[in-house]
């Protein structure tokens, strides 16, 4: 079992930023070990934001995520990033991050999954 922690959400107005962090232990040896970022508004469907392969660093974003959000990571402390600029209202969600062992970083299917964080963005 994998337990990742999350961190750094909150309550910003539009136009605002905040960023989110998750640490996992330490990544699974596999080369489809992958780490991202994930969200879920009211009454929706949990929907991807960003992940990264994490052996070759290769990331993806969702539409909605780029040249807004940035993802990164801190490979030595298996620490994922998530720096979000220029917030809107329907930002507002819990973002959950997620690690495991996936066919693409697009995939929702990951195995591990952390309690998630609240991000409210005010009108």
């Known amino acids: 079992q994998m337990r990742l922690v999350e961190s750094g959400g909150g309550l910003v107005q539009a136009g605002g930023s905040l960023r989110l962090v998750c640490t996992a232990p330490e990544p699974l040896d596999n080369d489809y070990f992958t780490m991202g970022w994930f969200r879920q508004s009211p009454g929706k469907v949990r929907e991807f934001v960003a992940g990264?392969?994490?052996?070759?660093?290769?990331?993806g974003y969702a539409d909605f995520a780029k040249g807004r959000f940035t993802f990164s990571r801190d490979a030595d402390k298996t620490t994922i990033y998530l720096q979000m600029n220029s917030l809107k209202p329907e930002d507002t969600a819990i973002y959950y991050c997620?690690?495991?062992?996936?066919?693409?970083?697009?995939?929702?299917?990951?195995?591990?999954w952390g309690q998630g964080t609240e991000v409210t963005v005010s009108s």
């Open positions: 997620a690690a495991g062992v996936v066919p693409t970083v697009f995939q929702t299917n990951y195995q591990y």
């Open positions: 990264i392969r994490w052996r070759s660093g290769d990331t």
